[in-house]
């Protein structure tokens, strides 16, 4: 996987992690509550981020239903900041048998070949009618990614302080403004939750359907992708912002990375990313198993007329029959 997919996956995966936080450790419902004068109390810590984790998984089920555009941009900086490369990458974002699939439709402001667009496309395909052909394996693997978040998810109160910040007026409206600092005598209970020691954030929950609209994470450690693949370095800054639109809840909208990061060691960049998520709409893959499916369906319907129109025909014709013997019998 190249590095600038890897930061940018990786900011994703670590925001909706953030966001599903479940509700907080024990002592920390009753944080600090910020209410300014002649102000009405504001809700508990607690019932804040149960409403957030429910609407979050809403979220969730939702998008697995969709299909969205997601529009990469990649910058790399020189030591004074100046840009001295540019990419630029279109895709294609679907959920596929429990797992996000991109297909790359542009690089760099130029759409991809038709042979080349016909090939991921046949990528997809192929995806499906594994999901299809092994339902079972299909399932214990979207069920293993779900524990792993889960996972992920119920050691957040325990790996970081929550504190509820008070009220806040934003461009999304009323929100609730909530920080999250790494405690520092947490241990992590396997290697994959080590991250969390190497994270900080804050987010922004709406006051009205407590939607996560935003969220900040800063990296306080070097974070490793391998032995030696690919490091994070300290400083790095991620913001990631939500939206709903007419017929979805909240979905990713915007992300924003800026980081310093090494390749095999020896290869230092420093990347600005930009990803822009639009476009979303009601998605579901064809495969030729369900083409031929819903042919043969087809076919059987369209028999099945046939027969009625013949009986119907023929009921007609005896009909017709009877009443030509009972005027013969009357004459």
Known sequence: MK????????????SLIFIAAPRPAAGQAAAANPTAAGQPPLPSLAVILRGARRAQAASDRALEQYEWRERERVEYL?????????????????????REFRELT?????????????????????????????????????????????????????????????????AQGCVYAIDAQPRRHWRAPNKSLKLLQKIDGRFWVACRDFQVVALRLRVLKTISYGWLIARIEPGARMHLQMAAGQHHPAFPARLTIQADARLLIFKHYRLRTTVVYDHYRPFKVTTKA??????AQSAKRRAQSAERKAQSAERKAQSAERRAQSAEHRA
Request: aromatic fraction near 4%; charge should be positive.
């Open 3 to 14: 590095l600038r997919h890897t930061i940018t996956a990786a900011g994703l995966g670590w």
């Open 290 to 295: 369900q083409s031929a499916k819903r042919r």
């Open 78 to 98: 020189r030591g004074n900041g100046s840009v001295s490369k540019t990419e630029t990458r279109t895709y294609l974002v679907s959920t596929v048998a429990g």
């Open 106 to 170: 542009e690089k760099d402001g130029k759409p991809l070949p038709a042979k080349k667009r016909a090939a991921e496309r046949q990528k997809l395909l192929r995806r499906a009618e594994w999901a299809e052909r092994h339902p079972r394996k299909a399932a214990k693997r979207k069920l293993r990614a779900e524990r792993r978040r889960k996972q992920f998810r119920d050691a957040i109160p325990q790996a970081f302080h929550l504190r509820l910040l008070g009220k806040r007026e934003s």
